[in-house]
């Protein structure tokens, strides 16, 4: 299956669940953050529990932004870069850091239990929470850290 008919094929079957689910999330708006598109392209496939398929794709994004924001309240010793940008945060800003991956672990713990109980009803509402929260929480604070950060590299 070539490119356009396996993004067509995803086009499809994502209003399929997502009227079967009653999310209210959009294809393109999960696209622009979650880059839904690319896993499947990635993977060569459409899964047929797609629904599960977007919601580790929504998992694999808050991860990795939290091993980030993790190595700047907990650098590792041998990692010059991390122990840097360590050092351009104080106290309350590593705590409001740690609130912010709090956070986001609650909302993605929630998918494993999703995972395990099959409930769609959940299912539904983690994939609206994770893009309500990524807009209103994640985001906003994710540019704060990395505009503080560029300007602590750029002032060295």
Known sequence: MNKKELLEELKEKFEEIRKELGFKAGLE??????????????????????????????????????????????PNPGHIINMNESKMFNEEE???????IASAIALTSSNTVIGLTKNKKQEAEFIDDALKFWKENFK???????EKINKGWKSK
């Open 140 to 146: 906003p604070e994710l540019i704060k850290i990395t």
């Open 94 to 100: 590593r705590k409001n850091i740690m609130n912010l």
């Open 29 to 74: 708006e999960l696209n622009n953050i979650f880059f839904i598109q690319d896993a499947v392209l990635s993977a060569g496939f459409v899964s047929e529990k797609l629904s599960r398929q977007i919601c580790g794709r929504i998992v694999e994004t808050y991860s990795a932004w939290n091993n980030y924001l993790h190595s700047l309240i907990i």
